[in-house]
């Protein structure tokens, strides 16, 4: 029995790792940005990528979200100075999670994301999450000057900043935005199989102990 029994902890451990959801995205920021993926977004998250320059674009991969709970995409962009702004997109590897927009596909516009003026800071290091609530306006799509197209950005991926009264004209600072992953409570057809497998086999173990 009890080796019938780790089995059945390794079957649901199994399955547990086959339904994991990965965050993948390409995305840049005029001047720099870090990414953080939260499970509380009255807290700043797990720091998952940064970069520091806007002519660059920057992929992320294999962000594996935790499971069963609403995770959270924070992101705070840092302007030193002249133009500023964040551009990307972003998709997720099954549909255990899904965006607000309910897809698994995602590109930074308005009315998907929220932001606000975090303080002066102009360098690029983690700072004290504020939790937006404002909404973004858009400077124009991927290809819009003064930063022209980003490649690897999708082109319909619009250079978005928080609206409320501190962010627009803020010559040097820290922004926060966001955008919430819902966990769809759906499970991969190849986690059902294999913890249909599992069950089975174990059912089938516990037959031939019980059974002369």
Do not use: H
Not at 65 to 86: C, K, S
């Amino acid at each position: 029995m009890r080796n019938t029994l780790i089995f059945l902890s390794i079957i649901l451990l199994a399955a547990a790792s086959a339904n994991a959801t990965d965050l993948n995205g390409s995305l840049t920021a005029d001047n720099g940005f870090m990414v953080f993926v939260s499970t509380d977004n009255n807290v700043l998250g797990t720091e998952v990528a940064s970069g520091g320059n806007w002519g660059s674009t920057y992929n992320i991969s294999g962000i594996t979200l935790t499971p069963g709970v609403t995770n959270y995409l924070q992101i705070e962009a840092v302007n030193w100075g002249g133009a500023r702004g964040f551009i990307g997109n972003f998709s997720l590897s099954d549909s255990g999670f899904q965006f607000a927009n309910g897809t698994q596909y995602l590109v930074t516009e308005p009315g998907e994301w929220l932001g606000i003026y975090n303080n002066g800071n102009s360098t690029l290091t983690p700072q004290a999450w504020v939790t937006p609530s404002f909404d973004v306006f858009s400077e124009g799509y991927n290809g819009v000057g003064p930063w022209g197209f980003r490649s690897g950005v999708d082109a319909n991926a619009q250079w978005i900043w928080p609206s409320d009264n501190n962010s627009p004209g803020c010559d040097s600072c820290t922004v926060d935005l966001f955008v919430t992953l819902y966990p769809t409570g759906i499970p991969e057809p190849g986690t059902v199989l294999m913890f249909g497998s599992g069950i089975a086999a174990v059912l089938g173990a516990l037959r031939r102990r019980l059974i002369p």
